[in-house]
């Protein structure tokens, strides 16, 4: 392997490793929000399907780490899921948490989006083709999300209004 190809492989390992703790971050984050969304079923139940979703895309992760004989970075993984934690209760006591939320679970989306590109794109430098349907299943699960959020994003905002107006907070 050439001097190119090994530090391409390296990004590409690094990207892997990075974005298998950015899922357990994703992980972290929807699970706190859902156990406070009783009075917003719809949105709990996507971000349920979502969370399993996230689970498999770290199983295919730690799949392609394995077949370079690597595994996900325990430290990463557990940096990651903290930031998690402490990203979905830092909106909590916020007075429109669930409007906050919603945009940050937007943003979040479209990062791990443009993270599985870059990955496909790292995947086709090393000449890592055995990735590509992997990778391209995890990236239309995160662009599903994110056109989900997209879809709902007025009905969350009216619904959270009208909550609002009659004292009901997102979870209880």
């Known amino acids: 392997m050439s ?17 298998h703790a950015v899922e ?10 859902i156990g406070r969304l009783e009075n917003y079923p719809e ?4 971000m349920r399907r979502h969370v399993a979703e996230s689970q ?3 199983r295919r992760l730690e799949e392609l780490l394995g077949q370079f004989g690597t595994t996900e970075s325990g430290i990463k993984d557990t940096m990651m899921s903290f930031m998690g934690n402490v ?9 429109d948490e669930v409007i906050k939320n919603t945009l940050a679970n937007f943003a979040f989306e479209h ?4 993270a599985y590109k870059s990955l496909l794109t790292l995947a086709d430098l090393t000449g890592h083709a055995a990735a590509e349907a992997a990778l391209r299943q995890s990236l239309a699960e995160e662009e599903a999300m994110a056109a989900w959020i997209d879809d709902h994003l ?18 209880r």
């Open 3 to 19: 001097g190119t190809s090994e530090k391409a492989q390296s990004i590409y390992l690094t990207g892997l490793r990075n974005q």
């Open 24 to 33: 357990n971050q994703a992980i972290e984050l929807l699970e706190r929000q």
């Open 43 to 46: 949105m709990a139940d996507r």
């Open 56 to 58: 498999q895309q770290a």
């Open 87 to 95: 990203a979905a209760l830092a909106h909590t006591p916020a007075s």
């Open 111 to 114: 990062f791990e989006i443009a």
């Open 154 to 171: 007025a009905e969350t905002t009216r619904t959270f209004v009208s909550r609002s107006e009659a004292g009901v907070t997102a979870g």
